[in-house]
């Protein structure tokens, strides 16, 4: 169904007409409540009347549905499916895991509405994997061995992203969009320039975290964590749903530096990034005096990184994308 060029039977015009698609409200009482509903209704291009249109009534019954379960807050049968996903369990097991009887999470997905009460809890472990362990635990007695060790490794998995901050979940999930694929060693050099560029830009860091000097750069060991066994392509890793519509909470300027990165840096690979890190001051300091068998590196300091990066913005102007490129390649040409 189109919006426009369509035509069926009009009963009205007692012909074939073109129709139109338009948004109609309807009231409709559900358990003694009155909810408004926008549904999709044709309209008879010729005689303004409502025409019946295959597949018309399918897509009423989805649209009530979802309208519903907004106006209650109730989850729909996508997050149950994330739910599944994420903590790498069975409807069944799911069910149980839950508190609830072993049928109630397959016929949701069926389509039956959830109660307030069972729908919280879905919602909960949605966004808490603290929430899951707990009740991973209580019904453990209800689960196989297996079922329960996999779901407690994916909610373990999980927690770690909730140990970054919620400004490094959003830079990561810009970049996740902006940049098609990305390697992990790729994503923390990206993070790095997003923060020195930033802070010499702005007067302060884009997050929190600190990096450290490792052999390979400088690193986040949270987002290290958070990434060791995800795939090279995050975005299809089930788990990614939960960065979802975390970008969209970046200011402007933020948005606009990264940017600037992704479009610049973004277009190297994880070890020719590492060229210019390797060459730049604030890792040649922390390295100072480190073998490069030790691991961990010493923290590299936000205000050292800022410091540098405003020296490097009065010679090349790092706001735009001209400038980067320049000192990108002047740090290559130094480093070869
Ligand atoms: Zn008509």
Redesign the pocket.
């Known amino acids: 169904m189109t919006d426009k060029g369509r035509r069926d039977f009009?009963m009205?015009?007692r012909k074939e007409?073109e129709y139109l698609l338009k948004k109609k409200d309807i009231v409709k009482t559900i358990r003694d409540k009155d909810y408004t509903f926008g549904i999709t209704v044709a309209v008879?291009a010729?005689?303004g009347?409502e025409m019946s249109i295959p597949g018309l009534i399918d897509k009423n019954v989805q649209e009530i549905d979802s309208q519903y379960r907004a106006a209650e807050g109730l989850v729909s049968i996508d997050d149950i499916e994330k739910l599944m996903k994420i903590y790498n369990i069975g409807k069944a097991p799911l069910s149980l895991a839950l508190g609830f009887g072993e049928v109630t999470i397959p016929r949701y997905l069926e389509g039956q509405v959830p109660s307030k009460e069972y729908s919280d809890v879905v919602r909960a472990a949605l966004v808490s994997p603290a929430y899951m362990k707990q009740k991973l635990m209580e019904n453990r007695g209800k689960l196989t061995d297996a079922a329960y060790k996999k779901a407690m490794a994916a909610a373990d998995s999980i927690e770690s992203l909730f140990s970054v901050s919620e400004k490094m979940l959003r830079v990561i999930a810009y970049v996740f969009e902006k940049l098609e694929e990305v390697t992990p060693l790729m994503l923390q050099k990206i993070l790095y320039f997003i923060q020195g560029v930033y802070s010499a830009l702005y007067g302060k860091p884009v997050f929190e975290e600190d990096c450290r000097a490792w052999v390979h750069g400088p690193v986040y060991p949270e987002v290290y964590e958070l990434f060791r066994d995800f795939k090279y392509n995050p975005i299809d890793d089930a788990r990614f749903a939960l960065l979802h519509g975390n970008a969209e909470a970046l200011t402007e300027e933020e948005k606009k530096v990264i940017d600037l990165v992704v479009n610049t840096f973004g277009i190297y690979g994880g070890k020719i990034l590492e060229r210019i890190t390797h060459n730049e001051d604030p890792w040649m300091e922390a390295r100072k005096g480190y073998c490069d068998s030790i691991p961990s590196g010493k923290i590299l300091p936000k205000d050292r990184i800022m410091m540098y990066y405003v020296i490097i913005n009065q010679k090349y102007g790092i706001d735009t994308e001209e400038g980067l490129r320049t000192y990108i390649h002047d740090m290559l040409a130094k480093a070869s």
Request: charge should be negative; hydrophobic fraction near 0%; aromatic fraction near 0%.
């Open positions: 009009c009205e015009c007409t008879c010729e005689c009347e």
